[in-house]
């Protein structure tokens, strides 16, 4: 008998936008707390993270600006759809990328928020360097050449 195959981490929310305006220097996976409501509304599919960023709020590191839709048969019971939601990470991490925002001015952008696993709600921040439009420019350039070169290549045989 053969193991059964874990199932694969399909992403809730992906921030696409955030590759294109930003050059990701560091990935990290933190925990984020949630409220039922909340956590049955990912579970749905539905989110949007285009908007938001991390940052410090009273020693701790909060997500600004996600939003998670009302669950609706949650009825009166629902939560607050962009309320700040407080991000679970080890005490050095914080401390290390709290200080690279005050120090070196890059921003910790959400990539993606995932289910792990285990079921839990993980969020993957990338820390940030924001890119000028000549950068995004010479980006495009590079993606269009790589794939007119694959198309040479595909074409000779």
Same mark, same amino acid.
């Given at each position: 008998?053969?193991?059964?195959?874990?199932?694969?981490?399909?992403?809730?929310?992906?921030?696409?936008?955030?590759?294109?305006?930003?050059?990701?220097?560091?990935?990290?996976?933190? /925990?984020?707390? =949630?409220?039922?409501?909340?956590?049955?509304?990912? @579970?749905? *599919?539905? #989110?949007? !993270?285009?908007?938001?960023? +991390?940052?410090?709020?009273?020693?701790?590191?909060?997500?600004?600006?996600?939003?998670?839709?009302?669950?609706?048969?949650?009825?009166?019971?629902?939560?607050?759809?962009?309320?700040?939601?407080?991000?679970?990470?080890?005490?050095?991490?914080?401390?290390?990328?709290?200080?690279?925002?005050?120090?070196? /001015?890059?921003? =910790?952008?959400?990539?993606?928020?995932?289910?792990? @696993?285990? *079921?839990? #709600?993980? !969020?993957?921040?990338?820390? +940030?360097?924001?890119?000028?439009?000549?950068?995004?420019?010479?980006?495009?350039?590079?993606?269009?050449?790589?794939?007119?070169?694959?198309?040479?290549?595909?074409?000779?045989?």
């Amino acid at each position: 008998m053969s193991r059964p195959q874990e199932p694969a981490i399909r992403p809730v929310a992906q921030n696409r936008r955030a590759r294109f305006d930003y050059f990701i220097e560091d990935r990290i996976e933190a /925990g984020i707390v =949630l409220s039922g409501t909340e956590v049955k509304a990912l @579970r749905l *599919g539905r #989110a949007n !993270i285009q908007d938001s960023y +991390a940052g410090e709020m009273e020693g701790e590191l909060w997500l600004f600006n996600l939003y998670i839709p009302e669950y609706a048969p949650a009825n009166r019971f629902n939560h607050e759809t962009r309320r700040p939601r407080k991000l679970l990470v080890h005490r050095k991490e914080r401390d290390r990328l709290l200080g690279a925002v005050k120090r070196e /001015g890059v921003t =910790l952008v959400p990539l993606s928020i995932y289910f792990n @696993r285990k *079921g839990i #709600a993980k !969020i993957d921040l990338g820390l +940030a360097r924001g890119k000028k439009q000549h950068d995004k420019r010479e980006v495009q350039k590079q993606r269009d050449w790589q794939r007119e070169k694959q198309r040479l290549l595909r074409d000779r045989g």
